[in-house]
């Protein structure tokens, strides 16, 4: 078993990710680790990223606006995309993971989780359009 070393430019990007809402890509990440960091590489952000997502501890969302979103928020919760202002956000509920119950009875496999991402109009957008 292989011992992980801890990594200052990993802890900034972790805690940057633990500290905004926003869904942040890659590019995004690295212009603000950037600050702290100015000679981080955009392929080290990504090796960290992926590295976070791999141990648990961060979640990668495609919601298919042709870029990869990350999350410091592991916990399973839902999301919202906005088709205007291609803003992604969490949306409280209550779980939906029975959903996974209800899914396994009429499937052959084994599913083991699920990604839920709800598309339309945010607030801001709704209101600009009159919904």
Same mark, same amino acid.
């Given at each position: 078993?292989?011992?992980?070393?801890? *990594?200052?430019?990993? /802890?900034?990007?972790?805690?940057?990710?633990? *500290?905004?809402?926003?869904?942040?890509?890659?590019?995004? #990440?690295?212009? $603000?680790?950037?600050?702290?960091?100015?000679?981080? *590489?955009?392929?080290?952000?990504?090796?960290?990223? $992926?590295?976070?997502? /791999?141990?648990? /501890?961060?979640? &990668?969302?495609? %919601?298919? !606006?042709?870029? #990869?979103?990350? !999350?410091?928020?592991?916990?399973?919760?839902?999301?919202? +995309? @906005?088709?205007?202002?291609?803003?992604?956000? !969490?949306?409280?509920?209550? *779980? =939906?993971?029975? =959903?996974? =119950?209800?899914?396994?009875? $009429?499937?052959?496999?084994?599913?083991?989780?699920?990604?839920?991402? +709800?598309?339309?109009? @945010?607030?801001? @957008? %709704? &209101?600009?359009?009159?919904?």
């Amino acid at each position: 078993m292989s011992t992980i070393r801890y *990594s200052k430019q990993r /802890e900034a990007i972790k805690d940057y990710l633990k *500290s905004v809402t926003c869904h942040p890509t890659a590019d995004t #990440v690295y212009l $603000n680790i950037q600050k702290t960091f100015p000679n981080i *590489s955009l392929g080290t952000v990504y090796r960290n990223l $992926n590295f976070l997502v /791999e141990h648990g /501890e961060a979640i &990668q969302i495609d %919601c298919g !606006d042709g870029f #990869v979103h990350f !999350d410091g928020n592991p916990i399973p919760h839902n999301h919202f +995309f @906005c088709r205007a202002c291609k803003c992604l956000l !969490d949306i409280k509920m209550d *779980s =939906i993971e029975h =959903i996974d =119950i209800i899914a396994n009875a $009429n499937f052959p496999g084994k599913i083991e989780g699920h990604t839920v991402i +709800f598309h339309g109009l @945010c607030e801001k @957008c %709704c &209101q600009k359009e009159h919904c």
